[in-house]
């Protein structure tokens, strides 16, 4: 399978655990994005990535919230002290070079918070 | 912030009926891109629309970009089982991140 792909697919924590996601985007692409996406709501755009460099974070992305990328392929979101606010689906989409080039979505993760 | 609204939220339909769902943005956007959304799914691409007045056409599928391209559409002729699921437009502002509308989830009644 060479599409994006996201581990683990589900996670249940308790409130206060520190969690970590990480997505393995398409080999030649070089921009990676993370979103969250809500029961009944489009994806909302956190960060971003060309290669190894974190170009925005939305201000969706708290500071418990940390991405990273550090060899420019696959990242890592992690979540600290984690509240139940952030339940929700992670989507990590990779594409080609241009911010305007066609995205391809990871199957997400599933994050429950207790 | 900039924002993509998205009409109607759900839309029932009975099979083979046709189906439309539309997009507007209250500033210009650069594109316009389509995708599906499976319940229990992640979205996938169906397609991009650039230029001013652009139709595109899928199958049973077509795609509009408006003239101002402030808005877009996208109509399904006949619809089937398979076309369950929650259609959201996506737009660049200039260079700026994707934006996400807020989706029309489509049902059908067989």
């Known amino acids: 399978d060479t599409g994006v792909s996201q581990d683990p697919r589900h996670k249940i924590t308790k409130r206060g655990q520190n969690v970590t996601f990480r997505c393995d985007p398409i080999s030649e692409h070089n921009r990676l994005y993370w979103y969250r996406q809500t029961l009944g709501q489009g994806p909302e755009f956190l960060t971003y990535?060309?290669?190894?460099?974190?170009?925005?974070k939305s201000r969706l992305l708290s500071d418990r919230f940390s991405a990273e990328r550090p060899k420019g392929s696959f990242s890592t979101l992690e979540i600290q002290r984690t509240e139940q606010g952030d339940s929700a689906m992670y989507l990590c989409a990779s594409s080609l070079e241009s911010i305007t080039d066609t995205q391809y979505f990871g199957p997400g993760t599933r994050l429950t918070v207790l | 912030g900039q924002q993509v609204m998205q009409i109607p939220q759900y839309q029932h339909v009975q099979e083979g009926e046709d189906f439309t769902t539309y997009c507007n943005s209250s500033?210009?956007?650069?594109?316009i891109q389509w995708y599906k959304q499976r319940p229990g799914g992640h979205p996938v691409f169906l397609i991009q629309l650039v230029k001013s007045g652009e139709v595109k056409k899928q199958k049973r599928l077509t795609f509009q970009f408006g003239e101002a391209k402030k808005n877009s559409s996208l109509h399904i002729t006949a619809t089937q089982t398979t076309d369950v699921g929650t259609y959201f437009c996506?737009?660049?502002?200039?260079?700026?991140?994707?934006?996400f509308g807020t989706g029309t989830r489509l049902t059908i009644i067989p």
């Open positions: 990535f060309q290669n190894e460099a974190q170009l925005e």
């Open positions: 996506a737009g660049h502002f200039g260079n700026e991140k994707l934006t």
């Open positions: 500033t210009t956007l650069s594109n």
